[in-house]
């Protein structure tokens, strides 16, 4: 049953692996949906352009950009979960001076987090937005609702992404995958006990009852008694 239990905390650590990639490839898209239309104001361009981005959505999701503190006050963080993450990745960017530091730092920490519902249906996915030098010429100047940091310098904290998806099918399937794992274990344990008592029954159980006759019989006087051993 130790051997189920590994198996299936496994198969559990690989579906926290699963939506924590898939939360990472959806920041990708929610940060290129994010600027699809910033560089147009032509309505027919910014249709088609959301139509492009709909039909390469490979999934549904919802996403938003809580922002460090800006002139047009957008994008606040809602609870003290998402205050803290601003302000642990916020110190963070101070000690970050190039594109190569946050690649490098991204890759040797934990530069995310999640939540989920009370449900655990929905999955919350955060990942921090650091300034690359491609974006502080842009991101210095009011460029779209005002958001700019006339100060902004490589490494800075821009945002922290926050992507939110429904894991209902993964969690259905991982209950389905928990309940065989279970079912597997009762059945092995039973066939374990059924394998266990054939062989006290007639290996060891019967071979000394017949030995216990012969040394019976062999009291009473039956000398020419013999035990079969097997």
């Avoid at 990942?127 to 460029?143: E, L």
């Avoid at 998806?165 to 991982?174: D, I, P, S, W």
Wanted: glycine letters at 4%; charged letters at 30%.
């Amino acid at each position: 049953t130790s051997s189920f239990w590994w198996y299936g905390s496994q198969t559990d650590k690989l579906v926290y692996e699963r939506n924590r990639f898939a939360g990472e490839q959806l920041v990708t898209q929610a940060i290129f949906e994010a600027h699809l239309n910033v560089f147009t104001t032509n309505p027919d361009f910014q249709r088609e352009n959301q139509e492009l981005a709909d039909m390469f959505r490979d999934r549904e999701f919802d996403w938003e950009f809580l922002l460090p503190k800006n002139e047009a006050g957008i994008g606040k963080p809602k609870d003290e979960n998402e205050w803290e993450l601003m302000k642990k990745w916020k110190a963070i960017g101070k000690e970050l001076k190039s594109d190569e530091e946050i690649e490098d730092r991204k890759a040797s920490s934990k530069l995310w987090s999640y939540t989920q519902d009370e449900e655990k249906v929905i999955y919350h996915y955060f990942q921090p937005i650091f300034a690359k030098r491609f974006c502080v010429g842009c991101h210095r100047v009011p460029i779209k609702q005002g958001i700019f940091w006339s100060d902004l310098e490589v490494g800075d904290l821009m945002a922290v992404a926050r992507v939110e998806f429904n894991v209902k099918e993964t969690l259905e399937a991982q209950s389905r995958n928990r309940s065989l794992f279970l079912a597997a274990a009762i059945v092995t344990v039973f066939l374990s006990m059924i394998a266990l008592y054939v062989i006290v029954r007639y290996v060891i159980v019967k071979p000394l009852r017949h030995l216990r006759d012969v040394s019976d019989a062999v009291r009473r006087g039956d000398v020419e008694k013999r035990a079969t051993i097997h």
